[in-house]
């Protein structure tokens, strides 16, 4: 069974970047689809970026698209999410989550790392 644990969540101000990092240890991380999710408070999660199982595609909401920039590497079993040019609506928890087999938009993800707080000040 895939453990996540998600790091480099924090403060920073409107304008700025962070970089999240999920470490995911267990067997085979390159067989697992990876997705990057988000929650504020009151609101419900929703997926910021999906990424494939060799890290060669990529989908993004809307909302995040061309400030976002989600990787990985499976070497290190290490998935990431660079996020640029961050605004307050931007702020929440961020989970990294993994499911066996092949990304498909829409898919449910079943594994879940622990969350890791972004806060955004204006």
Not at 39 to 50: I, M, S, Y
Not at 93 to 105: I, L, M, N, Q, T
Request: proline share 3%.
């Amino acid at each position: 069974q895939l453990q996540l644990v998600e790091s480099g969540g924090g403060l920073v101000q409107a304008g700025g970047s962070l970089r999240l990092s999920c470490a995911a240890s267990g067997p085979t991380f390159s067989s697992y689809s990876m997705g990057w999710f988000c929650q504020a408070p009151g609101k419900e999660r929703e997926l910021v970026a999906g990424i494939t199982r060799a890290g060669l595609g990529t989908n993004y909401a809307g909302s995040v698209l061309g400030r976002f920039i989600a990787s990985r590497d499976n070497a290190r079993n290490r998935a990431f999410l660079q996020m640029n040019s961050l605004k307050p609506e931007d702020a929440a928890v961020y989970y990294c989550a993994a499911e066996a087999g092949p990304y498909s938009r829409g898919m449910q993800f079943s594994t879940w790392g622990q969350g890791t707080q972004v806060t955004v000040s204006s």
